[in-house]
């Protein structure tokens, strides 16, 4: 059984800087090709970024592009998102997801079937 569990969510100044991390277990996590997607109140659950099963191709979301960060270390098990110049509609709860079939590209994680951790909430205030 997949497990994903987010942490590193809270409150951050517009213009500040704040890293999520999402721990997974129940199958090869070096496999499988991660991301992230966020939702915001009233709006729909949009992709943000996503990360090959090696580590070696990323793909982003325009409105993130040259801000966030993504990255996994599969001896840890775990993806991290590095969010910095943080503007105030990147609030929204943080989803990391698995894709469901191994060794994709990080272009077919929006699209194609995941596997949901509980989310994280991120809030940026001015």
């Known amino acids: 059984q997949v497990q994903l569990v987010e942490s590193g969510g809270g409150l951050v100044q517009a213009g500040g800087s704040l890293s999520l991390s999402c721990a997974a277990s129940?199958?090869?996590?070096?496999?499988?090709?991660m991301g992230w997607f966020r939702q915001a109140p009233g709006r729909e659950r949009e992709f943000v970024a996503a990360i090959n099963w090696s580590g070696g191709n990323t793909y982003y979301s325009d409105s993130v592009k040259g801000r966030f960060t993504i990255y996994r270390n599969n001896a840890k098990n775990t993806v991290s998102l590095e969010m910095n110049s943080l503007k105030i509609e990147d609030t929204a709860v943080y989803y990391c997801?698995?894709?469901?079939?191994?060794?994709?590209?990080?272009?077919?994680?929006?699209?194609?079937?995941?596997?949901w951790g509980q989310g994280t909430q991120v809030t940026v205030s001015s």
């Open positions: 129940g199958r090869t996590f070096g496999n499988y090709a």
């Open positions: 997801v698995q894709h469901v079939q191994a060794k994709t590209s990080a272009t077919t994680v929006p699209g194609g079937q995941k596997y």
